[in-house]
C-alpha cells in the first residue's frame, strides 16, 4: 500500500505545475487510477500546537500554508 498527500486540492494542481493544467490533469489521471482519496477538512494540529505554545510568530506563515494563499 502507497500514500501520497498533499495540501492543495486537485483544482489547485495547475499552479503547481507552472501553470500547466494539461500536465497536472495528466499526472492526476496516473495518480488516481485505483486510488482511494480521503480528504481531510480541519485545521492544522501543528497550527493548533504551535498557538498552544504560544509560538504566534509563525502563524502568518503556517496560515499560507494551510490555505495555500501566499
Known sequence: MRAITNNKAFSSW????AGDAIMASAVLDRLSHRLT?????GESYRLKEKLKAGKTADLKAMEELQTGVV
Open 37 to 41: 482519496v480521503v480528504n481531510i477538512r
Open 14 to 17: 495547475g499552479e503547481v505545475f
